[in-house]
């Protein structure tokens, strides 16, 4: 019941699915509150158990008006594991409920509403998980922190080692708000946290001078700065790597496998 104002239309016939390197499917498609179902009813033919917060993006397009009417047109379904699925939808009318139901769906920010949380089972727990295994745990970690124990020593110290973003470039080294937020939430009250900069004085300072805090700077200066700090070269081998993943995963069906090691 969560859901009900969020599906606009839960049940439609006669949407043809269309995905790379496979046959199109005619089917019913069935939208619940976490997934997106579509199947032929027939034995043999591929059925899509899509989950919603997979889709990364929706994008609509409407079919060329005949006559002065558009009638029906696709959407785009795009997943954050590099899948696209079209769904065709014969009117205009079903397009944008569909569309409209499927972005209320995949932008839900409530985690009590994700499916591992909301999944109420509707068979009894016959064992807990819990007891399945005896671990040692280390008794010198804080005591709201349960750690396999690995090796044993004999430090007592109870502290809790993490990894924080470097400093804002500037005299005082202040951290961006959100980072200086996780932080206070760890160090509790009353205690105090210490940050060891494992840089040496001469890289902090070559980042330092890397900042251009100077707004009279001209844009071929800036560009040379943003160049030679090695920025641009870091996204563009980023870029790269991606765009090789994805080539790799279409022409191969790579898809199908479920571990892909970069």
């Not at 924080?164 to 206070?184: S, V």
């Amino acid at each position: 019941m969560e859901f009900i104002e969020l599906i606009h239309i839960n049940k439609l016939d006669g949407v043809i699915l269309k995905y790379p390197h496979q046959d199109n499917v005619d089917g019913t498609v069935c939208i619940t509150g976490h997934h997106l179902i579509l199947s032929s009813r027939k034995e043999g033919v591929h059925e899509l158990w899509l989950l919603h917060k997979n889709i990364d993006c929706i994008e609509k397009k409407e079919n060329k008006p005949i006559s002065g009417v558009t009638q029906g047109g696709s959407l785009f379904l795009k997943c954050k594991d590099l899948r696209i699925f079209q769904l065709d939808i014969a009117t205009t009318n079903e397009l944008n409920q569909m569309a409209q139901t499927l972005e209320n769906l995949s932008g839900l920010q409530d985690p009590g509403l994700f499916y591992p949380f909301f999944y109420r089972h509707m068979h009894p727990i016959v064992e807990n998980g819990y007891t399945l295994y005896r671990m040692a745990c280390f008794a010198r970690k804080p005591e709201l922190l349960g750690v396999p124990q690995l090796w044993k020593g004999s430090s007592g110290a109870q502290a809790v080692l993490m990894r924080a973003g470097q400093p804002l470039y500037g005299p005082k080294h202040r951290r961006c708000r959100p980072d200086e937020a996780i932080l206070n939430a760890v160090v509790a009250a009353g205690t105090k946290g210490i940050i060891y900069d494992l840089r040496s004085s001469n890289s902090i300072s070559q980042q330092q001078n890397k900042a251009c805090n100077d707004r009279e700077i001209s844009s071929d200066k800036w560009i040379s700065r943003l160049e030679s700090c090695g920025w641009p070269e870091s996204v563009r081998n980023s870029l790269h790597t991606a765009c090789i993943v994805a080539q790799h995963i279409h022409q191969t069906h790579l898809f199908f496998s479920s571990v892909l090691f970069v």
